[in-house]
């Protein structure tokens, strides 16, 4: 060879290595993912003057307000036992706020504070009973309408509070049934609705001096939710529903006759999943379809002006509007993508000027992170199921490593958004797949009604089939897959261990439900009047006794033989942690690999960091011990 060649052959081989090099995708730390926000819960004061939110000091969350024209700072609180888990502007000048002592749940003792910081008055302490805000507009400039179990621990009255002297009065006394209250655009409380467990219905009143009257009732199935009371047609709400109809629509329905009226916007293939009422224009400006991704549908050419000119400022991302002033002229807005958890900014509509407040979490480089896109296949039993796939970065789509990543219920579903849990799991080289299974929501209320009482039946069919698609496609590596979730998606995880472990490799539950009996003990006291309609979705344990055994995975432990992982929060009052101690226990009997792992898990992001860094950590070795081995 001559040196010529030499020195070529030289520079290919350099040049390959580089571009191999290249392709190498960077281990981003754990902790990386999951940091808490430093700054979060921005608000807008009602005049638009003033702008307020959470700092991270020293693990605990302190409230700040800063001029928005001046730029001058004023931080409200020094917190250092307890935490702020609500806080709200009541008028321009005042905030309240509530806080809750860590780990202890529901306790929570309401303050009242001006933007200087001075004046600070405590409003209520709450040892045994909870005060939840249900308007946060002052009346008469010192009547603030809050709900409060105080006088049975089960339901919740509205009462009457008093800033200026923290007295309570009762404003409306529940019978025992009422889940929901409404107040109009002045605050005055013209709305309720209440449940059999089964069946809801919607109460309503002219005028606060007239008694509730029921005008319609439908079974729970049915979707039928009041976004906002008309201010220029009496009587007259406008409301998602899918009454009558498979997928959710806007409507404005009669409250004299509880009969829909017209219908604003309906599409037999798009499900309505929420709707923007404006104050200042008194009319509806939009509605928001999802399939794969959220869709705005306009209802008001102004509002339309209005948001092609965010999308040319904010371009190439979504965005949400999370708070907003009385006149509709100062905003606080979240953006984000599947590969950027996304910042808050600060627009001024009649300046068109926008500033950014914050990143969401600064350690994140999007161009590290992996796109989300949508997929779809057919159910052994016919059901169109969709979902997300997550492939690693510079990585050939081609026998890979699959994580199962099923989602939390009942209900609720996989949206497209940034998702630390996916990126984490795919910057370690997994394909991440995630089924929106029959039980979902947003897909209309027959595929919602499928998934009832069909934990570990066809809910984790779907679940499987979805996996053999993905195998079928030459995606996933037969040999490499596992599945795992938190809460219902920690039960499905165990019981695709049971049913199908020549399909999983290994099944790791974060939190996950173990025993169905327990689940349904677990219920708080205040959510008691929808026993009936969780026994309709996941079973009654007087007459389901046989189904409910079955679909627990408690008392199946001698089905498991792949490597289980497992971590609980022994203090969630929520779960009996002897049942994850009892599993593990048989497991561990029959020598079956099992990584166990207890958590501390506070109420508080902040707090939950270093909880959520060790389980995941412990999580990834657990799946690279199993999944990277050939």
Request: net charge positive; with cysteine; charged share 25%.
């Amino acid at each position: 060879m001559t040196v010529a060649k030499k020195y070529v052959w030289l520079i290919l081989v350099v040049f390959l290595f580089a571009c191999n090099e290249s392709n190498k995708v960077a281990i981003i730390p754990v902790n990386d993912f999951f940091k808490s926000q430093d700054k979060a819960t921005y608000r807008i004061s009602p005049d638009g003057r003033s702008l307020s939110y959470l700092k991270l000091q020293d693990k605990k969350q302190n409230l700040f307000v800063e001029d928005i024209a001046t730029g001058n700072v004023v931080q409200l609180t020094k917190l250092h036992e307890k935490n702020i888990s609500f806080y709200s502007w009541v008028s321009n000048n005042e905030l309240i706020y509530y806080k809750e002592k860590a780990g202890v749940r529901f306790q929570s003792d309401l303050f009242i504070i001006n933007k200087e910081g001075k004046d600070e008055r405590q409003l209520s302490s709450n040892d045994k009973y909870r005060v939840r805000v249900l308007e946060d507009q002052l009346i008469d400039n010192k009547f603030l309408l809050v709900l409060s179990n105080q006088r049975d621990s089960t339901v919740y009255d509205v009462y009457r509070l008093n800033v200026r002297d923290g007295k309570m009065f009762m404003a409306a006394k529940n019978p025992g049934n009422i889940t929901s209250w409404m107040t109009d655009t002045k605050g005055k409380l013209r709305m309720a609705t209440s449940s059999d467990g089964v069946n809801e219905t919607i109460l309503y009143r002219e005028n606060e001096v007239q008694p509730f009257k029921p005008i319609i009732t439908n079974n729970f199935k049915t979707t039928l939710y009041p976004v906002a009371f008309s201010e220029n047609k009496p009587n007259i709400v406008y409301a998602v529903s899918d009454v009558n109809r498979d997928k959710s629509a806007l409507i404005e329905l009669d409250c004299l006759t509880g009969k829909e009226k017209s219908v604003l916007f309906a599409n037999d293939s798009l499900n309505v999943v929420d709707a923007q009422y404006s104050r200042r224009k008194s009319r509806m400006e939009f509605v928001v379809c999802e399939t794969w991704k959220k869709e705005k549908y306009y209802l008001d050419k102004e509002a339309k002006v209005f948001y092609q000119k965010l999308d040319k400022l904010l371009p190439k991302t979504e965005y949400r509007i999370i708070d907003r002033d009385k006149n509709e002229n100062v905003f606080v807005i979240r953006t984000f993508t599947d590969r950027n958890p996304g910042s808050y900014y600060l627009y001024i509509a009649n300046t068109g000027k926008i500033k950014k407040l914050s990143d969401i979490n600064s350690a994140i480089n999007e161009e590290q992170m992996c796109e989300m896109k949508p997929i779809s296949y057919t159910s052994r039993d016919g059901l169109k199921i969709s979902g997300y796939l997550t492939l690693p970065l510079n990585t050939e789509a081609k026998k890979l490593p699959v994580v199962v990543l099923p989602h939390n219920g009942p209900g609720q579903r996989n949206t497209w958004t940034y998702n630390a849990e996916v990126q984490f799991l795919a910057n370690r080289g997994y394909a991440v797949l995630q089924i929106n299974y029959r039980g979902s929501t947003g897909y209309g209320k027959n595929f919602y009604a499928a998934g009832f009482k069909q934990w570990g039946g066809k809910i984790q069919d779907d679940i499987d089939d979805g996996v053999k698609w993905l195998i079928n496609e030459k995606v996933a590596d037969p040999k490499r897959i596992a599945i795992y979730g938190s809460g219902f998606g920690g039960y499905i995880a165990l019981t695709a261990a049971i049913k199908n472990p020549k399909l999983y490799k290994c099944a790791a539950s974060n939190a996950g439900v173990l025993n169905l009996f327990s689940y349904l003990n677990s219920i708080p006291p205040f959510l008691k009047s929808n026993l009936q309609m969780y026994y309709e979705i996941v079973g009654n344990p007087i007459t389901d006794v046989e189904y409910m055994s079955q679909a627990s995975p408690l008392f199946h432990a001698d089905k498991i033989n792949i490597p289980i992982f497992i971590t609980q929060n022994i203090k969630d009052p929520r779960i009996n942690a002897n049942d994850g101690i009892r599993l593990v226990k048989e497991l561990k009997k029959r020598n079956v690999p099992v990584t166990y792992f207890e958590k501390e898990e506070f109420s508080f992001a902040m707090n939950r960091e270093e909880s959520r860094q060790k389980v995941y950590a412990a999580l990834e070795q657990f799946l690279d011990s199993n999944l990277k081995k050939k």
